[in-house]
């Protein structure tokens, strides 16, 4: 899976509920250049990282997996 769908997918849902990279990166205990990273698709995010976007975008993991083409 390429690493660019889960940044998108992260980034969109992000949009999606309103947060703004910098308020979102500060929930999550990152820096917003990780978080920049992560959405670009040069940083591939753990289990644990997405375990933590999804609970708080009130979302599931299954939710925020890219969907196979």
């Known amino acids: 899976m390429e ?10 849902f992000r949009k999606l509920k309103g947060y ?3 308020s979102f990166a500060k929930k999550l205990g990152i820096s917003v ?3 920049g990273e992560m959405e670009r698709g040069t940083r591939l995010p753990s289990d644990e990282f997405l375990n933590k976007v999804a609970n708080l975008l009130d979302i599931s993991v299954d939710e925020l997996t890219p969907p196979e083409n």
């Not at 690493?3 to 980034?11: F, Q, S, Y």
């Open 33 to 35: 250049s990780i978080l």
């Open 20 to 22: 703004t990279q910098e």
């Open 3 to 12: 690493i660019d769908k889960w940044g998108r997918r992260i980034r969109a």
